[in-house]
Nanobody
Framework: QVRIVESGGGLVQPGGSLRLSCAAS????????MGWYRQAPGKQRELVAD???????KYKNFLEGRFTISRDKAKDTVFLQMNSLKPEDTAAYYC??????????????WGQGIQVTVSS
């Protein structure tokens, strides 16, 4: 019912940049929130950045300034620009989308995850 496609991950050297993209499609009536989470090996999944309709945006502590979340609402797409990457940013990054289907049912869907590896 909701398809989420993530792209833009890969291997980058410390100090480099990557831009992740996430596009949602399907029987969607509206989307009120899109965000990014990450999970490193052996650790819990954690919030990276989240954008909610109405202008509310939040970031994991200390990431704001290096990471920027943005949305193209017309295309149901969210981006995560990551600059000055550090080895500790290495993780699988997951897109999260919340909204309502055409049936009126609320949904909270996750992408498959995309690997970001920061290493020299």
């Amino acid at each position: 019912q909701v398809r989420i496609v993530e792209s833009g991950g890969g291997l980058v050297q410390p100090g480099g940049s990557l831009r992740l993209s996430c596009a949602a499609s399907g029987s969607i009536s509206d989307i009120y929130g899109m965000g990014w989470y990450r999970q490193a090996p052996g650790k819990q999944r954690e919030l990276v950045a989240d954008d909610i309709d109405g202008g509310s945006t939040k970031y994991k502590n200390f990431l704001e300034g290096r990471f920027t979340i943005s949305r193209d609402k017309a295309k149901d797409t969210v981006f995560l620009q990551m600059n000055s990457l550090k080895p500790e940013d290495t993780a699988a990054y997951y897109c999260n989308v919340r909204g309502h289907l055409d049936t009126g049912t609320a949904f909270n869907s996750w992408g498959q995850g995309i690997q970001v590896t920061v290493s020299s």
